[in-house]
């Protein structure tokens, strides 16, 4: 059973290496992305206030599907974040077990 049991946790240590990594570019790109994302986002809201004022209702539902799309972009990526986080915990729990 010992030997299995170290056989698994040297198995775990490029996995937890390629989560790392993986955890790393995505983190990243995501604080990257809100950089460029945010001034898009701050745009759409100007022009779906515009075009609240102008009684443009079709195109304020459309920037607002527009503005939804770009903060499911940023809350996906972020959970995605979380999730290689949480497994890279989980094995590094399983590696010192």
């Given at each position: 059973m010992k030997v299995v049991r170290k056989f698994l946790k040297i198995m775990v240590l490029p996995l937890m290496l390629l989560i790392g990594i993986l955890h790393f570019i995505l983190d990243v790109m995501a604080k990257l992305s809100c950089y460029v994302i945010g001034p898009i986002m701050l745009f759409l809201f100007g022009c779906g206030v515009y075009t609240v004022v102008k009684h443009l209702w079709n195109q304020t539902?459309?920037?607002g599907l527009m503005e939804a799309a770009?903060?499911?972009v940023l809350f996906g990526a972020s959970f995605v974040i979380v999730t290689l986080e949480s497994w890279n915990q989980h094995l590094t729990a399983?590696?010192?077990s």
């Open positions: 539902v459309l920037l770009c903060f499911l399983f590696l010192h």
